[in-house]
């Protein structure tokens, strides 16, 4: 929300294109913070019993130190599609039922 925030207020005034911009940020606010913390669960869903990856902080070093700190990013694009879709519609929500309710806009 404060990324959604900073970014549509940067606009001025609330227009469809600052909340839109705002929208865009907000999603990849949340999937850049989130995206690590989902490739070290992937990688341990799908590690063997055999597989030396036995905790959560070996399995993110093994990640870094093999594959470099960008592998924690892997699949970034995809969640940022996935999940824009709903902050496209989330948002501009937020925004009319403040007003209606009569809270104002953010």
Not at 18 to 23: E, I, L, P, R
Not at 37 to 48: E, H, I, T, Y
Not at 74 to 101: A, D, K
Request: contains cysteine.
């Amino acid at each position: 929300l404060a990324s959604y925030d900073l970014v549509k207020s940067s606009f001025g005034a609330t227009t469809g294109t600052s909340v839109f911009a705002g929208a865009v940020a907000a999603s990849a606010a949340y999937v850049t913070c989130a995206a690590p913390f989902d490739v070290v669960k992937s990688r341990l869903m799908v590690a063997n019993a055999k597989d030396d990856r036995p905790s959560v902080l070996r399995c993110l070093w093994r990640i870094v130190s093999k594959e470099g700190p960008l592998a924690l990013f892997t699949g970034w694009l995809p969640s940022l599609l996935r999940l824009l879709p709903t902050t496209l519609l989330v948002f501009p929500l937020l925004e009319r039922f403040r007003v209606i309710l009569g809270t104002g806009a953010f």
